[in-house]
């Protein structure tokens, strides 16, 4: 598969291009050059569908799904994000973590209906960044 190559551009201070071609100059490497191996560093975990990226979490999008494996009595936890492939959240899961992940889910998605039936339907839940906003 042929990949396509685009351009980006960013605007930075004036002090932080120097800093950036001096560094290129004692590298020996052009500025294009360095800053994309800059970029490819810093996405080559997000470009691996089989990771998940460190310090990032899980994709907001995707399949919780888990493997039997009978041979060794437990499972593979995975993440199937689509067209990313799937990611390994855990490997080796024993049956009793699962039975207490799965009872600790349904206690809580219990307490979230307990919490829904006790609003009235026309109140709605205030997001947090509009409470900065004092009503008077």
Not at 94 to 109: D, G, I, V
Request: charged share 30%; with cysteine.
């Amino acid at each position: 598969m042929t990949e396509t190559w685009v351009t980006i551009s960013v605007k930075i201070k004036e002090r932080t291009k120097g800093m950036i071609v001096e560094r290129c100059q004692a590298k020996g490497v052009t500025v294009n050059s360095f800053l994309a191996d800059m970029i490819n560093r810093e996405m080559s975990e997000e470009m691996d569908p089989g990771k998940v990226p460190k310090g990032r979490g899980v994709p907001m999008i995707g399949r919780i799904e888990f493997d039997y494996d009978g041979s060794r009595d437990n499972f593979t936890w995975t993440l199937n994000v689509g067209p990313r492939g799937e990611m390994t959240l855990a490997e080796n899961v024993p049956a009793a973590f699962l039975e207490s992940l799965s009872s600790a889910a349904k206690a809580a998605l219990e307490s979230r209906d307990k919490f829904r039936r006790a609003v009235p339907a026309e109140h709605v839940v205030v997001p947090a960044q509009l409470k900065e906003y004092v009503i008077r």
